[in-house]
């Protein structure tokens, strides 16, 4: 089972800042088959990235995907308000079972 | 446009079967994709507990595989979960999503719903 590790658990920034979220695999993740999701509280996951870097349909371009291997980023290039909310990831290219990392929130500094 | 819809008990007995029902409008479940189910205990993460083809066939979590069975039901176009043998450790939001493959990403998910196992 590959676990994934999401740093850091809560990221303290302001609106208008750039937001670096990690994800660590504890093996490789096959051909880049890692996604992002964000979940606003009371709400079901969206899904943000998949495939590493490709945007999900009706996603802002200030969210990018990079990494591979086991080192994966999600970038929010400038915070809004409504950005301040749980990221998870999650691998898909080993399964089952698919996983997810622990999550990292993001709150306003 | 596709969207998914959770519906279940609320509440179940320890010890007891959960039954989950998720169901699907804007697409055919029988024509193609896998059809998954993820929870979330409170205030917790997320887990994938396992998907269903079109076909039928099943890819479950090894975790929870000895309780879990997953099934289609094409003539209401809904996909179900039950789990057998439930304790307070399986009270969580119970999500239903889309993959393109058993290999995949969920989009999109249903809004979900809370079972609570208590006595």
């Known amino acids: 089972e590959i676990v994934l590790t999401q740093s850091p658990g809560t990221l303290s920034l302001s609106p208008g800042e750039r937001a670096t979220l990690s994800c660590r695999a504890s093996?490789?993740?096959?051909?880049?088959?890692l996604a992002w999701y964000q979940q606003k509280p009371g709400q079901a996951p969206r899904l943000l990235i998949y495939?590493?870097?490709s945007r999900a349909t009706g996603i802002p371009d200030r969210f990018s995907g990079s990494g591979s291997g086991t080192d994966f980023t999600l970038t929010i290039s400038r915070l809004e308000p409504e950005d301040f909310v749980v990221y998870y990831c999650q691998q898909y290219g080993s399964s089952p079972p698919i996983t997810f990392g622990q999550g990292t929130r993001l709150e306003i500094k | 446009q596709v969207q998914l819809q959770e519906s279940g008990p609320g509440l179940v007995k320890p010890s007891e079967t959960l039954s989950v029902t998720c169901s699907v409008s804007g697409y055919s479940i029988s024509r193609s994709y896998f059809w998954v189910w993820i929870r979330q205990p409170p205030g917790k993460g997320l887990e994938w507990m396992g998907s269903?083809?079109?076909?039928?066939?099943?890819y479950y979590n090894p975790s929870l595989k000895s309780r879990v069975t997953m099934s289609l039901d094409a003539s209401k176009n809904q996909f179900s979960l039950r789990l057998r043998s439930v304790t307070a450790a399986d009270t969580a939001v119970y999500y239903c999503?889309?993959?393109?493959?058993?290999?995949?990403?969920?989009?999109?998910w249903g809004q979900g719903t809370l079972v609570t196992v208590s006595s």
């Open positions: 495939g590493a870097s």
């Open positions: 269903i083809n079109h076909n039928g066939n099943t």
């Open positions: 093996q490789s993740v096959s051909s880049s088959y």
């Open positions: 999503a889309r993959a393109d493959d058993y290999k995949g990403w969920f989009d999109p």
